[in-house]
């Protein structure tokens, strides 16, 4: 991929992949067993109770944005590093979801106090996710 595609490609990829992203926390968050790690207010550990008690939908907005963004960069850079593999869309898909798993994990362990089973409904939900948003990059991409 030349260097001048890379310029275009990559802010058009992350903008598509933060709006998908955007629209699955709108849908997912609906059910406690597939909202993403990062909304699990109610499960909010220690001092980050009182930040949260604030204005709850206000919060849960400006992270589900901010969170939306920085997945968007993240998948768009890793689509344009993945450009010549075979399966580009399963490459993808697989680092998304291992980071989603990581990211979502270390989370819980810092920021959460949720039950095992909504925290295990919350990291499995984001593996599809995590193949929908990679296979919209990739289609986007072309």
């Known amino acids: 991929m030349s260097e001048r595609t890379l310029r275009t490609r990559v802010p058009v990829t992350a903008a598509i992949?933060?709006?998908?992203?955007?629209?699955?926390?709108?849908l997912a968050s609906r059910l406690p067993g597939t909202t993403p790690p990062y909304l699990l207010l109610d499960h909010v550990a220690g001092p980050f109770r009182d930040i949260v008690a604030l204005d709850r939908t206000t919060i849960a907005i400006a992270v589900s944005i901010a969170a939306s963004g920085v997945n968007g960069l993240i998948t768009a850079t890793l689509a344009a590093a993945l450009d010549d593999t075979v399966r580009p869309v399963r490459s993808l898909g697989l680092l998304l979801s291992g980071l989603w798993v990581l990211s979502g994990?270390?989370?819980?362990?810092?920021?959460?106090?949720?039950?095992?089973?909504?925290?295990?409904?919350?990291?499995?939900?984001?593996?599809?996710?995590?193949?929908?948003?990679?296979?919209?990059?990739?289609?986007?991409?072309?």
């Open 17 to 26: 992949a933060a709006a998908v992203h955007l629209g699955v926390d709108a």
């Open 105 to 142: 994990g270390l989370l819980a362990l810092i920021y959460l106090s949720a039950p095992l089973a909504v925290l295990a409904g919350s990291l499995a939900a984001g593996i599809p996710r995590s193949f929908l948003v990679a296979w919209v990059a990739e289609r986007m991409r072309r």
